[in-house]
């Protein structure tokens, strides 16, 4: 079955760069494309870019010019590198496969606390 | 960026009905889709493309709408619908989601 589980370290330090992996399962990045979300706490749902099917990639302007959004398709797996967080990066960040603009599938979530 | 609004908060009885309203800055057409969240949890998908049930879901739940204007109805409410409903639009480019609207029953 399809599944998408997120991992990265639960705490970085304000200034520093946060690398989080998507591990996927069940489906082909070379197939769907797959977004990167992110939840402030008690907070809506962001949108922060995504990895196409072949290999494009797409950011939210707002955080355009700090994010990153890589794969290695041999492994299945999505990465997300962005750098100078600050404490208002704090959040639960989710992987999710799109299909037709809709996200079916999510991970798990993983909270990322941005403190010194 | 199509911006999506919702009212942040309602409150209902169980057994009654409940319609969270999605309006959009822009059209986009039938390509409104709802989530569902419960706290702790990742969003659940309800309904796509504005009217369609997502597999699984219960049939208190109906969605309509187009254009701008878009509406999630749950009828009748039970204990379990506790949580917060957000829309999100694919039609225009990036796809965005409304706030979101926190449901409590009463």
Redesign the interface.
Same mark, same amino acid.
């Given at each position: 079955q399809v599944q998408l589980k997120e991992s990265g370290p639960g705490l970085v330090q304000p200034s520093q760069t946060l690398s989080l992996t998507c591990t996927v399962s069940g489906f082909s990045l070379t197939s769907y494309n797959v977004?990167w979300?992110r939840q402030p706490p008690g907070?809506? #749902?962001?949108?922060m870019g995504r990895m196409r099917y072949n290999g494009d990639t %797409?950011y939210? %302007?707002a955080l355009k010019s700090r994010l990153s959004i890589s794969r290695d398709t041999s492994k299945n797996q999505v990465f997300l590198k962005m750098n100078s967080l600050q404490t208002d990066d704090t959040g639960t960040y989710?992987c999710t496969r799109d299909s037709?603009? #809709?996200?079916?599938y999510?991970?798990?979530?993983v909270m990322v606390t941005v403190s010194s | 960026d199509t911006v999506l609004t919702q009212s942040p908060a309602l409150a209902v009885s169980p057994g009654e009905r409940v319609s969270i309203s999605c309006r959009a800055s822009e059209g986009v057409n039938s390509y409104m889709h709802w989530y569902q969240q419960k706290p702790g949890q990742q969003p659940k998908l309800l309904i796509y493309k504005a009217s369609n049930l997502a597999s699984g879901v219960p049939a208190r739940f109906s969605g309509s709408g187009s254009g701008t204007d878009f509406t999630l109805t749950i009828d009748p409410v039970e204990a379990d619908d506790t949580a917060t409903y957000f829309c999100q639009q694919s039609w225009n480019d990036p796809p965005t989601f409304g706030g979101g609207t926190k449901l409590e029953l009463k």
């Amino acid at each position: 079955q399809v599944q998408l589980k997120e991992s990265g370290p639960g705490l970085v330090q304000p200034s520093q760069t946060l690398s989080l992996t998507c591990t996927v399962s069940g489906f082909s990045l070379t197939s769907y494309n797959v977004h990167w979300v992110r939840q402030p706490p008690g907070k809506g #749902l962001e949108w922060m870019g995504r990895m196409r099917y072949n290999g494009d990639t %797409s950011y939210n %302007s707002a955080l355009k010019s700090r994010l990153s959004i890589s794969r290695d398709t041999s492994k299945n797996q999505v990465f997300l590198k962005m750098n100078s967080l600050q404490t208002d990066d704090t959040g639960t960040y989710y992987c999710t496969r799109d299909s037709y603009g #809709l996200f079916h599938y999510w991970g798990q979530g993983v909270m990322v606390t941005v403190s010194s | 960026d199509t911006v999506l609004t919702q009212s942040p908060a309602l409150a209902v009885s169980p057994g009654e009905r409940v319609s969270i309203s999605c309006r959009a800055s822009e059209g986009v057409n039938s390509y409104m889709h709802w989530y569902q969240q419960k706290p702790g949890q990742q969003p659940k998908l309800l309904i796509y493309k504005a009217s369609n049930l997502a597999s699984g879901v219960p049939a208190r739940f109906s969605g309509s709408g187009s254009g701008t204007d878009f509406t999630l109805t749950i009828d009748p409410v039970e204990a379990d619908d506790t949580a917060t409903y957000f829309c999100q639009q694919s039609w225009n480019d990036p796809p965005t989601f409304g706030g979101g609207t926190k449901l409590e029953l009463k």
